[in-house]
């Protein structure tokens, strides 16, 4: 199994940001549609942004217009520029491969990295 590696989270304060990355060892890591998900406490895992492997980029409501995702295929890397933090954005912070109409692989989640923003 070949399980995705996320890093980045850490504690901030509400306004501040922070930048995960998340990388993969899979050969066709650039063929593929990426995507970060996340889970707060007490609350299902959901789409947070997705990234085609041409660059293409979509987001969730509650994210648009502060996080922004990008990709290096050179080393299998996504990242999430997260700006405008707020408090409600903590959670469990996890990439897996995001095609479309399709549930991400279970086989393929990492142990996540954790953000959490507080005054």
């Known amino acids: 199994q070949v399980q995705f590696v996320e890093s980045g989270g850490g504690q901030v304060h509400p306004g501040e940001s922070l930048r995960l990355s998340c990388t993969w060892s899979r050969s066709d890591f650039d063929q593929l549609r990426m995507g970060w998900y996340r889970q707060a406490p007490a609350k299902q895992r959901e789409f947070v942004a997705g990234?085609?492997?041409?660059?293409?980029?979509d987001y969730a409501d509650s994210v648009s217009g502060r996080f922004t995702i990008s990709r290096d295929n050179s080393n299998n890397t996504v990242y999430l520029q997260m700006n405008a933090l707020k408090p409600e954005d903590t959670a469990d912070y996890y990439c897996?491969?995001?095609?479309?109409?399709?549930?991400?692989?279970?086989?393929?989640w990492g142990q996540g990295t954790r953000v959490t923003v507080s005054s």
């Open positions: 990234i085609y492997s041409f660059g293409l980029t």
């Open positions: 897996n491969v995001a095609k479309p109409g399709v549930p991400p692989p279970n086989d393929f």
